[in-house]
């Protein structure tokens, strides 16, 4: 799987929007990149997903580069629920055809909502 | 659905005990995984099953860990003669395709 490059921390005043980039230089063809987070304490949240259009859910929106070699997730309206630590990772899909089953975590992105 | 339930939350053990986690996922998931944190580093991948088979295992397993998912159901995670190093938050998921849902961790202190 891809290697991924995320800041290591980020503060983000609250009731503005929030944005995480994540550098994915070597991403291949049939890489996507997921999201997720964790709350102190938690284990792992997943976010969203996306491999080369732009996505939308009710958490947030991930915006890929036309090259894919970057992408960037952006929480519109941060609130202090949204503290925590934000993984970005690539995964290879179908997973049963390249053996990838395991997700990859990096050391995250630190995202401090300011009240 | 309750999602991804483990058990304990918390453990605390002596050094040389042997310790065992249970990890039930989503009924209908027949993916599961186990992960393992230290503080300050992301989850680190264990192992993997697909219904009851095991079908990867990372180096990081030595031969004091052993998981098991005997139906396809629940799994549990034996940690034996621990040792302080494997003071960690254990950490459980469960997939059926895409996504991947986790539980809230059992957290070992191995003292």
């Known amino acids: 799987d891809a290697k991924t490059t995320q800041p290591p921390s980020m503060d983000c005043a609250e009731g503005r929007a929030a944005n995480l980039p994540c550098n994915h230089s070597?991403?291949?063809?049939?890489?996507?990149v997921y999201w997720y987070r964790q709350i102190h304490s938690q284990g792992p949240q997943y976010i969203i997903h996306?491999?080369?259009n732009n996505e939308t859910n009710e958490m947030a929106s991930l915006i890929i580069t036309e090259d894919r070699k970057s992408s960037t997730l952006i929480l519109p309206h941060a609130t202090l629920r949204d503290t925590a630590v934000y993984y970005c990772?690539?995964?290879?899909?179908?997973?049963?055809?390249?053996?990838?089953?395991?997700?990859?975590f990096g050391t995250g992105t630190r995202l401090t909502i300011i009240p | 659905d309750t999602g991804v339930s483990q058990d304990p939350r918390h453990k605390i053990t002596k050094r040389g005990q042997n310790v065992t986690f249970r990890c039930d996922p989503i009924?209908?998931?027949?993916?599961l995984y186990w992960y393992r944190q230290t503080l300050g580093q992301g989850p680190e991948f264990l192992t993997y099953?697909?219904?009851?088979?095991?079908?990867?295992k990372s180096r990081l397993l030595s031969d004091r860990f052993s998981a098991e998912r005997p139906k396809g159901s629940f799994s549990t995670l034996e940690i034996q003669r621990t040792e302080q190093g494997d003071s960690a938050m254990y950490l459980c998921?469960?997939?059926?395709?895409?996504?991947?849902?986790f539980g809230s961790g059992t957290r070992l202190t191995v003292v």
């Open positions: 990772i690539v995964l290879g899909w179908p997973r049963s055809n390249f053996g990838n089953e395991k997700l990859t």
């Open positions: 099953f697909q219904n009851e088979a095991q079908l990867e």
């Open positions: 009924s209908e998931h027949n993916r």
């Open positions: 998921a469960s997939s059926l395709a895409v996504g991947y849902t």
């Open positions: 996306g491999l080369k």
């Open positions: 070597t991403i291949s063809g049939n890489e996507y």
